[in-house]
Protein backbone atom coordinates (compact mmCIF):
# COMPACT_ATOMS: atom_id res chain seq x y z
CA UNK A 1 0.00 0.00 0.00
CA UNK A 2 1.58 3.18 -0.98
CA UNK A 3 0.55 6.46 1.97
CA UNK A 4 1.32 10.03 2.02
CA UNK A 5 1.88 11.62 5.60
CA UNK A 6 1.59 15.29 5.43
CA UNK A 7 2.96 17.31 8.03
CA UNK A 8 1.66 21.49 8.15
CA UNK A 9 3.33 24.57 9.32
CA UNK A 10 5.62 24.37 12.27
CA UNK A 11 6.14 20.77 13.11
CA UNK A 12 9.60 20.90 11.29
CA UNK A 13 10.20 22.78 14.80
CA UNK A 14 8.81 19.60 16.96
CA UNK A 15 11.93 19.37 19.29
CA UNK A 16 12.23 23.18 19.75
CA UNK A 17 8.57 24.20 19.85
CA UNK A 18 6.27 24.57 23.28
CA UNK A 19 8.04 21.51 23.87
CA UNK A 20 5.43 21.12 27.02
CA UNK A 21 2.86 20.10 24.48
CA UNK A 22 4.92 18.31 21.62
CA UNK A 23 7.58 16.64 23.06
CA UNK A 24 10.85 16.61 22.81
CA UNK A 25 11.67 14.93 19.93
CA UNK A 26 12.45 16.33 16.55
CA UNK A 27 10.53 16.05 13.23
CA UNK A 28 13.95 14.06 12.26
CA UNK A 29 13.14 11.35 14.97
CA UNK A 30 8.94 11.20 13.70
CA UNK A 31 10.55 10.65 10.03
CA UNK A 32 12.19 7.78 11.74
CA UNK A 33 9.40 6.66 13.29
CA UNK A 34 7.06 6.79 10.41
CA UNK A 35 9.41 5.34 8.29
CA UNK A 36 10.32 2.04 10.70
CA UNK A 37 6.34 1.62 10.78
CA UNK A 38 6.21 1.63 6.85
CA UNK A 39 9.20 -0.84 6.65
CA UNK A 40 7.79 -2.94 9.79
CA UNK A 41 4.32 -3.13 8.04
CA UNK A 42 5.21 -3.54 3.90
CA UNK A 43 3.52 0.46 3.52
CA UNK A 44 5.30 2.23 1.17
CA UNK A 45 5.43 6.10 2.46
CA UNK A 46 6.54 9.63 1.54
CA UNK A 47 6.67 11.68 4.25
CA UNK A 48 5.96 15.77 3.11
CA UNK A 49 5.84 19.01 5.34
CA UNK A 50 5.42 22.31 4.60
CA UNK A 51 4.85 25.44 5.93
CA UNK A 52 2.90 26.73 2.88
CA UNK A 53 -1.05 25.82 2.42
CA UNK A 54 -0.73 26.00 -1.09
CA UNK A 55 2.10 23.50 -1.47
CA UNK A 56 0.28 21.10 0.71
CA UNK A 57 -2.56 21.23 -1.80
CA UNK A 58 -0.49 21.21 -4.27
CA UNK A 59 0.72 17.62 -2.95
CA UNK A 60 -2.42 16.26 -2.09
CA UNK A 61 -3.52 17.14 -5.82
CA UNK A 62 -1.06 15.25 -6.90
CA UNK A 63 -1.52 12.29 -4.79
CA UNK A 64 -4.84 11.75 -6.94
CA UNK A 65 -2.20 10.79 -10.07
CA UNK A 66 0.61 9.30 -8.38
CA UNK A 67 -0.97 5.98 -7.39
CA UNK A 68 -1.51 7.10 -3.32
CA UNK A 69 -3.46 4.95 -1.83
CA UNK A 70 -4.04 6.95 1.57
CA UNK A 71 -3.56 10.29 2.80
CA UNK A 72 -2.06 10.66 6.75
CA UNK A 73 -2.53 14.04 7.55
CA UNK A 74 -1.83 16.57 10.21
CA UNK A 75 -2.48 20.23 8.80
CA UNK A 76 -1.07 21.67 11.89
CA UNK A 77 -2.79 25.14 12.32
CA UNK A 78 -4.60 25.41 8.75
CA UNK A 79 -6.49 22.33 10.22
CA UNK A 80 -8.38 25.26 11.85
CA UNK A 81 -8.19 27.95 8.76
CA UNK A 82 -8.16 25.88 5.68
CA UNK A 83 -10.99 24.89 3.16
CA UNK A 84 -8.35 25.17 0.72
CA UNK A 85 -7.35 21.65 2.14
CA UNK A 86 -10.55 20.51 2.73
CA UNK A 87 -11.67 21.19 -0.83
CA UNK A 88 -8.46 19.29 -1.67
CA UNK A 89 -8.70 16.33 0.12
CA UNK A 90 -12.42 16.35 -1.09
CA UNK A 91 -11.06 16.88 -4.73
CA UNK A 92 -8.88 13.52 -4.69
CA UNK A 93 -11.17 11.35 -2.60
CA UNK A 94 -8.75 9.07 -1.51
CA UNK A 95 -8.82 7.60 2.18
CA UNK A 96 -7.28 10.20 4.54
CA UNK A 97 -6.97 10.43 8.50
CA UNK A 98 -6.42 13.56 10.13
CA UNK A 99 -3.64 13.32 13.04
CA UNK A 100 -2.51 15.92 16.01
CA UNK A 101 0.15 15.17 17.95
CA UNK A 102 -1.34 16.57 21.12
CA UNK A 103 -5.42 16.71 22.17
CA UNK A 104 -6.56 19.70 20.05
CA UNK A 105 -9.96 19.13 21.96
CA UNK A 106 -8.36 20.22 25.39
CA UNK A 107 -6.74 23.88 24.10
CA UNK A 108 -8.06 26.71 22.58
CA UNK A 109 -11.36 27.31 21.47
CA UNK A 110 -9.50 28.29 18.05
CA UNK A 111 -8.59 24.73 17.71
CA UNK A 112 -12.10 23.39 18.05
CA UNK A 113 -12.74 23.06 14.69
CA UNK A 114 -11.18 21.04 12.02
CA UNK A 115 -11.95 21.82 8.35
CA UNK A 116 -9.61 19.01 7.26
CA UNK A 117 -11.55 16.69 9.47
CA UNK A 118 -14.74 17.04 7.49
CA UNK A 119 -13.05 14.96 4.50
CA UNK A 120 -11.40 12.43 6.89
CA UNK A 121 -12.24 8.72 7.37
CA UNK A 122 -10.74 9.29 11.06
CA UNK A 123 -8.97 11.25 13.48
CA UNK A 124 -6.57 10.62 16.12
CA UNK A 125 -5.46 13.38 18.81
CA UNK A 126 -3.17 13.45 21.63
CA UNK A 127 -1.22 10.35 21.31
CA UNK A 128 2.05 12.13 20.46
CA UNK A 129 3.79 10.21 17.56
CA UNK A 130 1.92 7.06 18.03
CA UNK A 131 -0.97 8.85 16.04
CA UNK A 132 0.85 8.49 13.07
CA UNK A 133 1.06 4.41 13.33
CA UNK A 134 -2.62 4.20 14.56
CA UNK A 135 -3.56 6.18 11.45
CA UNK A 136 -1.31 4.45 8.69
CA UNK A 137 -2.19 1.10 10.24
CA UNK A 138 -6.25 2.04 9.99
CA UNK A 139 -5.41 2.55 6.35
CA UNK A 140 -3.76 -0.57 5.75
CA UNK A 141 -6.26 -2.60 7.67
CA UNK A 142 -9.38 -0.76 5.50
CA UNK A 143 -7.38 -1.37 1.98
CA UNK A 144 -6.42 -5.32 3.13
CA UNK A 145 -10.46 -5.36 3.98
CA UNK A 146 -11.43 -3.71 0.59
CA UNK A 147 -9.90 -5.76 -1.58
CA UNK A 148 -11.46 -9.20 -0.07
C1 LIG B 1 -1.28 20.21 15.95
C2 LIG B 1 -2.37 20.99 16.70
C3 LIG B 1 -2.64 22.31 16.01
O1 LIG B 1 -3.67 23.02 16.69
C4 LIG B 1 -1.40 23.18 16.00
O2 LIG B 1 -1.63 24.38 15.29
C5 LIG B 1 -0.19 22.46 15.46
C6 LIG B 1 -0.02 21.03 15.77
C7 LIG B 1 -0.89 18.90 16.68
O3 LIG B 1 -0.25 18.07 16.04
O4 LIG B 1 -1.19 18.74 17.86
O5 LIG B 1 0.68 23.07 14.87
O6 LIG B 1 -1.79 19.85 14.68
Known amino acids: MKILVLNGPNLNMLGIREKGIYGNETYEDLVRFIEET ?3 EGIEVEIVQSNHEGALVDRIQQAYFD ?3 GIVI ?4 YTHTSVAILD ?3 AVNLPAVEVHISDVS ?4 FRQI ?3 GKACVKTIMGKGFLGYKE ?3 FLLERSNG ?3
Do not use: F, V
Not at 74 to 77: G, L
Open 67 to 69: KTE
Open 135 to 137: AML
Open 146 to 148: EGK
Open 74 to 77: NPAA
Open 38 to 40: ANE
Open 106 to 109: QRED
Open 114 to 116: SYA
Open 88 to 90: ALK
